[in-house]
């Protein structure tokens, strides 16, 4: 059971770029979100999905956007990438309030 | 979403229990509260949940008084492999709000 499966672990864009970070999870878990972690600080929630072809913003949703066509995969994609999006990407599904993380992608924009 | 205080950071050696305490006055109802473990370069792991009085499951405990205004999650005999930073959370739903955490250092 593989659980919450992102990738890439690491990313390096130039600004202006776009990428798309995937996130898979083999649970059947109807709620999915994507967070954002910077250096020496907690989560903030960038889009959630309360399942299949329902997503909405989070906290942070600028230059983000997402799509749940599946239950099983939520991507995220970066329109035109910015220094200021240089973070670590975390993605969960969610159970009974309780969740469950993916390893995370480190992604830097020079 | 409840607003949550917690320390910034607490040091202990091998062996001891840590208790760390965090405050939610503002916890709704239908909140329940719960506690996430987080190393380097990982995600957050889900360590304990509860609404009221004292949950215990195989790696810490959960103190929780009436009033629901704080809570306080014990680990026992601590190693340094509980050095993490851990989170307090109250809430009710998928939308998760974390703060910094609590920085825990084990030493030996």
């Known amino acids: 059971n593989a659980g919450v499966t992102q990738t890439p672990k690491f990313q390096v864009l130039k600004t202006g770029q776009s990428m798309t970070l995937q996130c898979a999870q083999d649970m059947n878990h109807e709620y999915m979100s994507w967070y954002r972690q910077d250096p020496g600080m907690g989560l903030r929630l960038i889009h959630y999905s309360v399942g299949a072809g329902i997503t909405d913003q989070g906290e942070v949703p600028n230059g983000y956007n997402v799509s749940r066509s599946t239950t099983e995969d939520f991507p995220l994609r970066l329109l035109s990438a910015a220094p200021s999006q240089t973070s670590v990407y975390f993605c969960?599904?969610?159970?009974?309030?309780?969740?469950?993380f993916g390893q995370g992608t480190r992604l830097t924009v020079v | 979403l409840a607003k949550t205080t917690q320390p910034i950071s607490m040091d202990s050696y091998e062996g001891q229990e840590v208790n760390i305490t965090c405050s939610h006055n503002n916890i709704a109802t239908n909140d329940y509260i719960t506690w996430y473990q987080q190393f380097p370069s990982q995600g957050p792991r889900f360590i304990i949940q509860?609404?009221?009085t004292k949950v215990t499951n195989e790696v810490a405990s959960l103190f929780i008084p009436a009033d629901r205004k704080s809570s306080t999650l014990s680990l026992p005999r601590v190693s340094l492999s509980d050095t993490a930073v851990y989170y307090c959370l109250g809430g009710g739903d998928y939308k998760l709000s974390f703060g910094a955490g609590t920085t825990v250092t084990v030493r030996a």
């Open positions: 509860g609404y009221k």
């Open positions: 969960a599904s969610t159970m009974n309030t309780e969740a469950f």
